[in-house]
């Protein structure tokens, strides 16, 4: 018996999900004579509230050929340079969370061995002196690296703020561009093989059918596919990451956005602020184990720095991942597949990820177990060490102000993050496992920034003389300093090359 071909894709949800699916599968798949097809329902809202990302996104969009500043203008998109983190180590402290890294390697060994040896001699400079990310977002500055920029300006990392619903327009319309087909509908069942049990069709309101052999389950936390039809369990982390709601509103904006995400720590979980050009996003995300719904809207509302300019939104969700991402002819892309709380803004990542996997594993024929079996592998890799890293950002707290943060504070955590923090915390070591996602940079920024910073360094260090490490990086502070006061404001970028209007 020959295997059936897959020769016709079909996606459940046009949300950020769907429509990034639809773009990048309609841009490779053209080719091979595969048709995209995708299906929503205006009657059933899109979450929303995906709008901060992680410089991987620029890869997305290049991958797309999508021209950035374009991109910029249709989404009211701001830069975004990393993360301030206020209040998580301890009330009244915050720290950076940079998307460049910091410093440079000298004489073969890694250039935090020698800011923690110099520490050790008794200077007090800290990494944000060696990070240009930082220097920048603080001073309100931004310039895109170009390659004649130099090696300084050439570490500056950068992803971006934008509006989720634009977004997804934007991309529908690169899709259908590209051959996908929309089909406005509400799916009201899904119709299985009886012998196989793979999907064969969505069953649509007014009696349509959709037929395909390959389906896409966008349908975010509903997973109406991959839990309705496949069963497929989900993985619960809840006993790590606690935070189980949110609620979000838009306010006016004040002033020119600054190029950064702002998290401040609150009483049971934490909030976020992204400004756009256009307004400013904010959500309170807290654990109704230890805060009332009532409760966090209150603190939400009462901690913004504008007019509010939406109602407030409230969201209830899940951490954690499907056991099978991809459970016989259905994959599951966004929400479906799983969640892990925006702290750190993973989400539209994982996304990425689910794509960009699928795209190399795309299956010859509707049954592909070895493919199958490796995707799932892939993704549970990416969604647990995603998982470490957010994890570390409540383990590393001192605070004791509340329930919330004792419990989080004495929880036990995955033994994988034990051992990287051990280490971390020992002499600075840090080894990135696979194709994990977050690296030194990011594990020494949230480490150093909550207290948990490294003790001692690498002896290798000890190669240059007190005298010459000093020098070293004295003209390292120096360099970032030049670089980012000669840098334009990003307001003034944005109105040069990519304001919305
Ligand atoms: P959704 O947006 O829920 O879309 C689901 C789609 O399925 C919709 O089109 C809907 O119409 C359709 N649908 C559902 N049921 C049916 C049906 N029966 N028939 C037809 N159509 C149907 N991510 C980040 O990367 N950065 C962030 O800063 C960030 N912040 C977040 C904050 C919060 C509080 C939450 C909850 C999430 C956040 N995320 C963030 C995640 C991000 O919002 C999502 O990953 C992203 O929006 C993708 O959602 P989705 O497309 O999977 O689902």
């Known amino acids: 018996m020959t295997k059936q071909q897959v020769k016709s894709v079909v ?4 949300g950020t999900a769907g429509w990034m699916t639809a773009a990048a599968l309609a841009k490779t798949l053209g080719g091979a004579g595969v048709s995209v097809t995708l299906v929503e329902s205006e009657a059933i809202a899109t979450v929303g509230v995906g709008e901060a990302t992680i410089p991987a996104i620029t890869k997305f969009n290049q991958r797309l050929g999508i ?8 989404t009211q998109a701001t830069y975004k340079l990393g993360i301030e983190f206020a209040d998580w180590g301890a009330l009244g402290e915050s720290y950076f969370h940079p998307f460049g890294r910091y410093g440079f390697d000298l004489e073969a060994v890694e250039f935090h061995q020698h800011w923690a040896r110099l520490r050790s001699l008794g200077d007090a400079h800290g990494l944000e002196d060696y990070s240009l990310n930082t220097l920048a977002a603080y001073q309100g500055k931004f310039v895109r690296p170009e390659p004649d920029h ?11 703020h934008f509006d989720a619903s634009l977004y997804a327009a934007f991309l529908r319309d690169f899709a259908e561009r590209r051959g996908a087909t929309r089909i406005e509908g509400l799916i009201e069942s899904v119709e299985q093989d009886g012998e196989t049990g793979s999907i064969t069709a969505l069953k649509l309101d007014g009696d349509r059918r959709v037929a395909g052999d390959l389906f896409i389950d966008c349908t975010g936390f509903r997973g109406l596919l991959i839990d309705g039809a496949c069963g497929s369990h989900f993985h619960d982390w809840g006993h790590w990451l606690p935070c189980n709601r949110a609620v979000a509103v838009a306010c006016e904006k004040q002033g020119e956005p600054v190029p950064y995400t702002r998290s401040t720590a609150r009483e049971a979980g934490w909030q976020w602020r992204i400004p756009l050009q256009h307004r400013t996003g904010n959500g309170h995300v807290f654990c109704d184990a230890y805060l009332s719904a009532e409760k966090a809207e209150e603190v939400l509302l009462a901690n913004l720095d504008g007019e509010p300019v939406s109602s407030p939104n409230h969201l209830r969700f899940r951490t954690g991942h499907r056991q099978e991402f991809w459970s016989s002819n259905c994959v599951a892309i966004g929400l479906s597949s799983g969640f892990l709380e925006p702290l750190e803004s993973t989400s539209i990542h994982l996304i990425q990820m689910g794509i960009s ?13 070895i493919d199958r079996a490796e995707y799932n592998r892939l ?3 990416d969604f647990e060490h995603i998982r470490d890293f957010l994890v570390l950002h409540y383990k590393a707290t001192r605070r004791d102000d509340s329930p919330f943060w004792d419990y989080v504070r004495e929880m036990d955590i995955p033994d994988s993050l034990a051992r990287k923090i051990e280490l971390l915390q020992s002499q600075g070591r840090f080894f990135k496992y696979d194709a994990e996602l977050f690296d030194v940079t990011s594990w020494l920024a949230v480490a150093e920034g909550q207290g948990l910073g490294p003790q001692g360094f690498n002896p290798l260090a000890q190669g240059l003389s007190d005298q010459n490490l000093r020098q070293s990086m004295e003209n390292m502070r120096g360099a970032y300093a030049k670089a980012a006061a000669a840098m334009p404001t990003h307001q003034a970028y944005i109105e040069r090359f990519c304001k919305a209007p």
């Open 11 to 14: 996606i459940a949800g046009g």
């Open 67 to 74: 021209d950035e500043h374009d991109f910029m203008r249709a």
């Open 150 to 160: 130099g090696s300084v300006i050439g570490q500056l990392g950068y992803a971006f």
């Open 357 to 369: 996997k699928l795209i190399s594993l795309f299956p010859s024929a509707i049954e592909a177990p």
């Open 379 to 381: 993704m549970r890799d």
